[in-house]
């Protein structure tokens, strides 16, 4: 298989105004995706666009919606909408193809775009491949007869507020809870205070504002200290933040306690009792451990929801999550799912009566140091024989007591150097020695 050019982990992601995010790339990208579809045998696919609250959103579904409808493909547009009501309407639908505009947890002036397949699920490698061949001979139209039409589905959020509501049980309520949701000033923004309310949830917006510029700014997932004192202000039970496009969960109880994707992981491995469970290779030895102490198999997939996805479906496993908050409960729903997450662990804390600290009482995360090392041009991390050396005498000072995880930033010139061990200052020195020899050399 070859490598690609313009697609990364999750789609393809830039800053706006620099290729490949500008508007001609992205004519281009829905022609040859459109392509693609037809060469598969779709005679006249149908693809749904989302998008998140980014100003530069409209410009991108606009030369989205050309590409496609110049190969001959239908367009619904659903405005705004979480990247995985994106997945399920593409699936509810029985569409061919789901597109989602958004740049995830990045600032506003990030953008990218991401596909489903018609099951909802994000589609592999080989098929963006086969987009990237196409590229270069995507231009001019299909016959004016075969050209495509574009329509707009008035009731997607309502459609998938109540595809949300329907992953939680029927016979269970919110009432007597009192939630903050922080919506990250994205594409939940008009979706997630409504699920939790409709549920019964007295419930206060944060981040709910979306003016193009402020998406992730200060709030959501990825800053959850606003989250944090809103809670306490609120004097509320829960909070539950976002990301900027609502695949990502990261949770707050009444005493300002941060609860990570691991801790969530792990809770709906304790009270589902799957027979494997999947995080990344990022995921805390403890987790882990704890697992396999109760019987449980636990495999490690490279960092990426995409690769989480894949090794549960060839195992066909249900439950792996990420730290960051990426939840993958494949008996709810084809994709990470922000909103859904919260339900679930919502419905264990109600079901049970027990709340989320008293579930993660007998866990004890490792500390884990992460250190971002910028790698200058002609810098060879891999070849370089006093980093080698370095490495090796970690992992002996480690002596299978931790973890130590060397990898290359997917996205930009970084070696990220973890080690993890439970003494956070032995680990923290560990780590610091190696990024020491690199930034020496």
Aim: charged content about 25%; overall charge neutral; proline content about 4%.
């Amino acid at each position: 298989m070859g490598s690609r050019k313009y697609f990364g982990t999750d789609g393809v992601r830039g800053r706006v105004g620099t290729a490949p995010i500008v508007p001609e790339f992205g004519l281009r990208l829905g022609q040859a995706a459109g392509r693609v579809l037809r060469a598969q045998g779709a005679r006249r696919p149908t693809v749904l666009i989302g998008k998140d609250t980014r100003v530069s959103g409209y410009m991108l579904e606009a030369a989205l919606e050309c590409g496609f409808a110049a190969a001959g493909c239908d367009v619904v547009l659903v405005g705004p909408l979480p990247t995985p009501g994106v997945a399920y309407l593409t699936r509810a639908l029985r569409l061919d193809l789901g597109v989602v505009v958004s740049a995830s947890h990045n600032p506003y002036a990030d953008n990218g775009i991401k596909f489903f397949s018609a099951g909802g699920s994000k589609l592999p490698d080989s098929w963006e491949l086969q987009v990237e061949a196409e590229l270069p001979r995507a231009e001019g139209c299909v016959p004016s007869e075969q050209l495509g039409k574009a329509r707009r589905l008035d009731d997607a959020a309502g459609r998938y507020i109540e595809f949300c509501k329907s992953t939680f049980p029927n016979d269970r309520t919110l009432k007597g809870l009192r939630l903050v949701v922080d919506c990250a000033h994205g594409a939940a923004y008009h979706i997630a205070p409504s699920v939790f309310h409709e549920l019964g949830a007295e419930v206060v917006a944060i981040g709910a504002q979306p003016d193009g510029f402020n998406i992730n700014q200060g709030v959501g997932a990825t800053a959850p200290q606003a989250l944090i004192a809103a809670v306490r202000e609120q004097r509320a039970d829960y909070g539950i933040a976002l990301d900027g496009d609502a695949d990502r969960l990261q949770l707050v109880d009444a005493s300002g306690r941060l609860f990570n994707g691991d801790e969530l992981l792990y809770l709906l491995a304790m009270d589902r009792r799957p027979p494997g469970v999947v995080g990344t290779l990022m995921t805390n030895l403890a987790v882990e451990q704890a697992l396999a102490a109760q019987g449980m198999e636990f495999v490690r997939a490279a960092v990426g929801d995409r690769y989480v996805l894949e090794e549960l479906l060839a195992r066909d496993w249900k439950l792996g999550g990420e730290g960051s908050g990426h939840m993958l409960l494949l008996d709810r729903h084809t994709t990470g799912d922000g909103i859904v997450a919260a339900l679930q662990m919502l419905e264990l804390v109600v079901r049970t009566g027990r709340s989320l600290a008293e579930q993660l009482a007998s866990l004890q995360l490792l500390p884990q140091t992460l250190l971002n090392v910028r790698m200058r041009d002609g810098l060879d991390w891999r070849g370089h024989a006093g980093f080698a050396k370095a490495r090796e005498e970690a992992e002996r000072r480690l002596d299978g007591q931790g973890r130590l995880l060397i990898r290359p930033s997917g996205t930009e010139p970084v070696l990220r150097i973890m080690v993890e061990h439970a003494r956070r200052e032995f680990g923290e020195t560990l780590a610091r020695g190696l990024a020491d020899v690199l930034q020496g050399a």
